[in-house]
């Protein structure tokens, strides 16, 4: 959860790590008050290590979907 270093004031950054069950699963580096570039730098380098990174995937499009006519009673 970001909501506290955020009210704290502290950079936050998720970076993508894996997938669990076919889920993403993030890794979050938190840091002291005025190091983003040094987070964004730890964030970027297991970024590129890690190359967890994987597109997202889309349900049908729902316009395509045609109700059948014995489920809707008609």
């Known amino acids: 959860d ?3 270093p955020a009210v704290a004031g502290y950079p936050y950054i998720t ?5 669990v069950e076919g ?3 993030g890794l979050s580096f938190i840091g002291p ?7 964004l730098g730890f964030a ?3 970024e590129r290590a890690a190359r967890a990174f ?5 349900a049908p499009n729902v316009l395509q979907w045609r109700p059948s006519r014995t489920r809707c009673g008609y």
């Open 54 to 58: 994987s597109p997202p995937t889309y």
């Open 33 to 39: 008050k005025w190091s983003e570039p040094r987070l």
């Open 15 to 19: 970076v993508p790590m894996g997938q």
């Open 2 to 4: 970001s909501t506290l």
């Open 23 to 25: 889920l993403p699963v």
């Open 44 to 46: 970027y380098a297991f």
